[in-house]
């Protein structure tokens, strides 16, 4: 079965704190994303890695970053969190030939 | 500009009452049209992926369906259970493998 897992569902941070989320798949897949979706604006593609080590700027890069140090892994970093941080984050893993991508539970951050 | 545009935004379904959600799209050849069901504060649920004009696939009380310039989703007979935001998404040529261009999403209520 489709295993994707996020390390929180909700999270609350302070603003400036450097924040860590980490998405694991058990797929063995290649192509993992990350993602933010907001009220009104949908789901806009933050970061996506297509190997180990590799990674590419989505849509909306600014103010964060990722790490991908083991296939099963990847870390989106907010370096210092702000306010319009607040959002729901959301980790995909897939986009092989078939381009389906397959998502995991989300995590609800809040910047206060 | 590649675009995927939903309507509506909100659709109230008496349990029974068969509608349709539709999903129009833009984008420069099409690779595949998906459509994923959202739960409150969860990650989004894929449903189905299609690949080329006239194709249909079905899924319990939904259909789904794809033309040239837009896709639909069928829900026959829909029950409570099926309220959920459904998001559609498409990967197109020219893209990064695994980039999907999202649309806003249809919030559909069912009254028993």
């Known amino acids: 079965d489709v295993k994707v897992t996020q390390s929180s569902r909700y999270l609350v941070k302070r603003t400036g704190e450097k924040v860590f989320l980490e998405c694991v798949q058990d797929m063995d897949h290649e192509n993992m994303f990350w993602y933010r979706q907001d009220p009104g604006l949908g789901l806009r593609l933050i970061y996506f890695?297509?190997?180990?080590?590799?990674?590419e700027k989505g849509d909306i890069p600014e103010g964060y970053s990722v790490s991908r140090e083991k296939k099963e892994r990847f870390s989106l970093i907010l370096e210092s969190a702000s306010t319009n941080q607040t959002s729901m984050y959301l980790c995909?893993?897939?986009?092989?030939?078939?381009?389906?991508?397959?998502f995991g539970p989300g995590t609800r951050l809040t910047v206060l | 500009e590649d675009q995927v545009t939903q309507s509506p935004e909100a659709l109230r379904l008496q349990e029974g009452e068969s509608s349709s959600l539709n999903c129009s799209y833009t984008v420069s050849g099409l690779r595949g049209l998906f459509w994923y069901r959202q739960d409150p504060g969860k990650g989004p649920e894929f449903l189905f992926t299609l690949y080329s004009a006239g194709e249909e696939k079905e899924k319990e009380r939904l259909k789904a369906t794809l033309t040239k310039k837009e896709s639909f989703l069928h829900i026959t007979a829909p029950k409570p259970e099926d309220s959920a935001t459904y998001l559609c998404?498409?990967?197109?040529?020219?893209?990064?493998?695994?980039?999907?261009?999202f649309g806003k999403g249809t919030k559909l209520s069912v009254k028993p």
């Open positions: 998404a498409a990967a197109y040529y020219g893209g990064s493998q695994g980039n999907l261009i």
């Open positions: 995909a893993y897939g986009g092989d030939s078939t381009d389906t991508q397959y």
């Open positions: 890695s297509y190997d180990v080590k590799m990674k």
